[in-house]
């Protein structure tokens, strides 16, 4: 199982960015997916999560202004990030809790992490 992470760069404050990111391999279901974030000297934190049946969680810090989406058919988890703001700045990483297998335990996975940075 692999996660590709899309859509990081370099971006105004106040503009928008859309992360994506795709599972693929060998998937029987995905659980939950979400995004989470790292900067040097901090700990990884959780910015949205969303389960299969589109239960979400928001940061405090992302609420109201980031929206967390899925798409069960193809994979793959959204982040529309608007109004960004410069703390925002940060690796942006993908997690999916995955099934491999019908009678496998579920796993944690985790994306590359794509890079998010607001400046002017």
């Known amino acids: 199982v692999q996660l590709q992470a899309s859509g990081g760069g370099l971006v105004q404050p106040g503009g928008s960015l859309r992360l994506s990111c795709a599972a693929s391999g060998t998937i029987f279901t995905i659980d939950a997916m979400g995004w989470y974030r790292q900067v040097p000297g901090k700990q990884r934190e959780l910015v949205a999560h969303i389960t299969r049946g589109r239960m979400l969680q928001y940061a405090d810090s992302a609420r109201g202004r980031f929206t967390i989406s899925r798409d069960n058919a193809k994979n793959t988890v959204f982040l529309q990030m608007d109004n960004l703001k410069p703390e925002d700045t940060a690796l942006y990483y993908c997690?999916?809790?995955?099934?491999?297998?019908?009678?496998?335990?579920?796993?944690?996975?985790w994306g590359q992490g794509t890079q998010v940075t607001v400046s002017s």
């Open positions: 997690n999916a809790i995955i099934t491999p297998y019908s009678n496998d335990p579920s796993r944690n996975y």
